[in-house]
Nanobody
C-alpha cells in the first residue's frame, strides 16, 4: 500500500528552524515528484515547494523562497523540508504529496500524507 508519512513538526519560536520529513512506504519516492503544501486555519491549501523526480529541479513559492529548502535522500526513501527563519505566518499543517509534475497546484498530486502541525509562536 502506497503511503506517505510526515514528521518533524512542532512548536518553535520566531526565527527558529525545523526540518520536516516525508517518508514513503510501498513505493520508491524517486519515481515521483514530491510537493510540500500547507494549510493554515481558515485558509486554502498553499503549495510551497516541490522537487522533481529522478534528480530534477526544485521550485519554491515566493512566501518561502530563501528560507525553505527541499531535498531528497533516496537511500532513506525520504524527502525533507528544511525550514529556517520561521515566522508566525508559517503556522499551518504541512503536507507532502506525490505526483508527476513539479507544481504548486494541489490537483497535480495523487497521493497525500496526513500532515504535521507546525506552530511558530513566542
Amino acid at each position: 500500500q502506497l503511503q506517505l508519512v510526515e514528521s518533524g513538526g512542532g512548536l518553535v519560536q520566531p526565527g527558529g528552524s525545523l526540518r520536516l520529513s516525508c517518508a514513503a512506504s510501498g513505493f520508491t519516492l524517486d519515481y515521483y515528484t514530491i510537493g510540500w503544501f500547507r494549510q493554515a486555519p481558515g485558509k486554502e491549501r498553499e503549495g510551497i515547494s516541490c522537487v522533481s523526480r529522478y534528480g530534477g529541479g526544485t521550485r519554491y513559492a515566493d512566501s518561502v523562497k530563501g528560507r525553505f529548502t527541499i531535498s531528497r535522500d533516496n537511500d532513506k526513501n525520504t524527502v525533507y523540508l528544511q525550514m529556517n527563519s520561521l515566522e508566525p505566518e508559517d503556522t499551518a499543517v504541512y503536507y507532502c504529496a506525490a505526483g508527476w509534475r513539479c507544481t504548486v497546484e494541489a490537483g497535480s498530486y495523487d497521493y497525500w500524507g496526513q500532515g504535521t502541525q507546525v506552530t511558530v509562536s513566542s
